[in-house]
């Protein structure tokens, strides 16, 4: 099938930056749109942001101007790089995927989850 591997997740004190990495494997013969949601504890998960093949962005108003989403169409990489971290960023983050399989189904998938920490 297809799996989504995450990465890049640690702590980090308030104001500190971090880089998180997810790479989708398997039966993929494109990935339309890839992305990044968090969820933290007693709480909803929520967009942080996505992007698509052609390269278009969007992110959730907490987090813009903050983090920047990018992606690597040829590993099946998507990538978040989190500037001026606060600790309301505290979440485990999901990375996303909607692939197209060999098979010519498409599916949405996700990964496992980083844990993210940031301390004040």
């Known amino acids: 099938q297809v799996q989504l591997v995450e990465s890049g997740g640690g702590l980090v004190q308030a104001g500190g930056s971090l880089r998180l990495s997810c790479t989708a494997s398997?039966?993929?013969?494109?990935?339309?749109?890839m992305g990044w949601y968090r969820q933290a504890p007693g709480k909803q998960r929520d967009l942080v942001a996505t992007?698509?093949?052609?390269?278009?962005?969007n992110y959730a108003d907490s987090v813009k101007g903050r983090f920047t989403i990018s992606r690597d169409n040829n590993k099946n990489t998507v990538y978040l790089q989190m500037n001026s971290l606060r600790p309301e960023d505290t979440a485990v983050y999901y990375c996303?995927?909607?692939?197209?399989?060999?098979?010519?189904?498409?599916?949405?998938?996700w990964g496992q989850g980083t844990q993210v920490t940031v301390s004040s």
């Open positions: 992007i698509t093949s052609g390269l278009s962005t």
């Open positions: 996303n995927a909607d692939v197209r399989r060999w098979d010519g189904r498409s599916y949405d998938y």
């Open positions: 398997g039966s993929i013969f494109s990935i339309a749109a």
